[in-house]
T-cell receptor, first 113, second 112 residues
Framework: GQQLNQSPQSMFIQEGEDVSMNCTSS?????WLWYKQDPGEGPVLLIA?????ELTSNGRLTAQFGITRKDSFLNISASIPSDVGIYFC?????????????FGGGTRVLVKP | NAGVTQTPKFQVLKTGQSMTLQCAQD?????MSWYRQDPGMGLRLIHY???????DQGEVPNGYNVSRSTTEDFPLRLLSAAPSQTSVYFC???????????FGDGTRLSIL
């Protein structure tokens, strides 16, 4: 089946830093989604990308849908403590049965001690 | 706004016991899905439904049953729990016409 490789698996941030994470696939997707999960909660949608090459922002978050449709990245600018959590990329095929998603393994964002 | 509601939030079972994880949504979404989340593996699709009376298998369906008698509810049943089913389970829903899935807060299940 399709697999999404998400990197890095974890990262430490210092307040004010910009951070970046990416996701690559062995096959193409028609939609890329980025979710954030806080402890004890379900994933919450951050950004949805629907076209190859699309660059979309949501506040301090920016995500891009790769030209090959096999990758996507998420940038967080000027990070703040509440950015801590797990970020997941997810791919979706056009008219996927049940709108089902394929998820990456997640990037755990932690605060530098 | 309730969104997607999952119960219980936590559960501990013994091997061989059965139980049902409940999921309800109040957004009139046609599609509903169950995922499990294991460390380092993201979320994997167990079963999904495109409408009342219609269900299908996802990536990891073995050991789980589902039914969809109403648009609002999509319960997940474990008939004979196994330690390998220890995980966090998420229910999600979305509109038929596409668009992102909305997730509940999860059920944390431990099987001893």
């Amino acid at each position: 089946g399709q697999q999404l490789n998400q990197s890095p698996q974890s990262m430490f941030i210092q307040e004010g830093e910009d951070v970046s994470m990416n996701c690559t696939s062995s096959s193409i997707f028609n939609t890329w989604l980025w979710y954030k999960q806080d402890p004890g909660e379900g994933p919450v949608l951050l950004i949805a990308l629907y076209k190859a090459g699309e660059l979309t922002s949501n506040g301090r978050l920016t995500a891009q849908f790769g030209i090959t449709r096999k990758d996507s990245f998420l940038n967080i600018s000027a990070s703040i403590p509440s950015d801590v959590g797990i970020y997941f990329c997810a791919g979706q095929l056009f008219k996927a049965a049940g709108n089902k998603l394929t998820f990456g393994g997640g990037t755990r964002v932690l605060v530098k001690p | 706004n309730a969104g997607v509601t999952q119960t219980p939030k936590f559960q501990v079972l013994k091997t061989g016991q059965s139980m049902t994880l409940q999921c309800a949504q109040d957004m009139n979404h046609e599609y509903m899905s169950w995922y499990r989340q294991d460390p380092g593996m993201g979320l994997r699709l167990i079963h999904y439904s495109v409408g009342a009376g219609i269900t299908d298998q996802g990536e990891v369906p073995n050991g789980y049953n589902v039914s969809r008698s109403t648009t609002e509810d999509f319960p997940l049943r474990l008939l004979s729990a196994a330690p390998s089913q220890t995980s966090v389970y998420f229910c999600a829903s979305s509109y038929r016409g596409g668009g992102p899935q909305h997730f509940g807060d999860g059920t944390r299940l431990s099987i001893l």
